[in-house]
T-cell receptor, first 117, second 110 residues
Framework: GAVVSQHPSRVICKSGTSVKIECRSL??????MFWYRQFPKKSLMLMAT?????????EQGVEKDKFLINHASLTLSTLTVTSAHPEDSSFYIC?????????????FGPGTRLTVT | GQSLEQPSEVTAVEGAIVQINCTYQ??????LSWYQQHDGGAPTFLSY????GLEETGRFSSFLSRSDSYGYLLLQELQMKDSASYFC???????????FGRGTSLIVHP
């Protein structure tokens, strides 16, 4: 149980285009999901906290107009990278916190490798 | 603010025991977690310590000393598949959102 999927696993896009990444909790409901960015050999950097039915909370320095987050249901959150640039190339990972479980539990998706050319 | 320190890399041989340390500075601390991440993969949860002492789960154990703002992950009977990055993360301030350390790359040699 407690499986989180992400789609796509890899995506290559041209500079200036937008890319949508989906994060799904497959066998549990998640009121809260998190979006992270990870550079090679680096730690996980929290970008935003996504709450079902409300606006996402962005971390300082993260442009909300560039990284659009939608959490339309208890099992799906999406991250859209708008007008992507090469510096947006990174590994994006989501995690989901089960609604009914203790607060430190969160399950990570397999990540999405974004390459902007 | 919050800060965590852990070694960038640790090497060990198969069958050995290795300890990965994590020191932290934060306010409103209430727990320390450890995660394992293989190259190109997702982090997976290993342990959570809220109270002082050692928690054992199979070959992995995690320790916390709240007074010293220090914890460690102990891996016993190392296997090649244990080669991965290990992140400590602190939970604090009532936000229920963890802050991750920079990660320790564990390399296990035959």
């Amino acid at each position: 149980g407690a499986v989180v999927s992400q789609h796509p696993s890899r995506v290559i896009c041209k500079s200036g285009t937008s890319v949508k990444i989906e994060c799904r909790s497959l066998d549990f409901q998640a009121t809260t999901m998190f979006w992270y960015r990870q550079f090679p050999k680096k730690s996980l950097m929290l970008m935003a906290t996504s709450n079902e039915g409300s606006k996402a909370t962005y971390e300082q320095g993260v442009e909300k107009d560039k990284f659009l987050i939608n959490h339309a249901s208890l099992t799906l959150s999406t991250l859209t990278v708008t007008s992507a640039h090469p510096e947006d190339s990174s590994f994006y990972i989501c995690s989901a916190r089960p609604t009914s479980r203790i607060t430190y539990e969160q399950y990570f998706g397999p990540g999405t490798r974004l390459t902007v050319t | 603010g919050q800060s965590l320190e852990q070694p960038s890399e640790v090497t060990a041989v198969e069958g050995a025991i290795v300890q990965i340390n994590c020191t932290y500075q934060t306010s409103g601390f209430y727990g320390l977690s450890w995660y394992q991440q293989h190259d190109g993969g997702a982090p997976t949860f290993l342990s959570y310590n809220a109270l002082d002492g050692l928690e054992e789960t199979g070959r992995f154990s995690s320790f916390l000393s709240r007074s010293d703002s220090y914890g460690y992950l102990l891996l016993q009977e190392l296997q090649m598949k244990d080669s991965a990055s290990y992140f400590c993360a602190v939970w604090s301030g009532g936000s229920y959102i963890p802050t991750f350390g920079r990660g320790t790359s564990l390399i296990v040699h035959p």
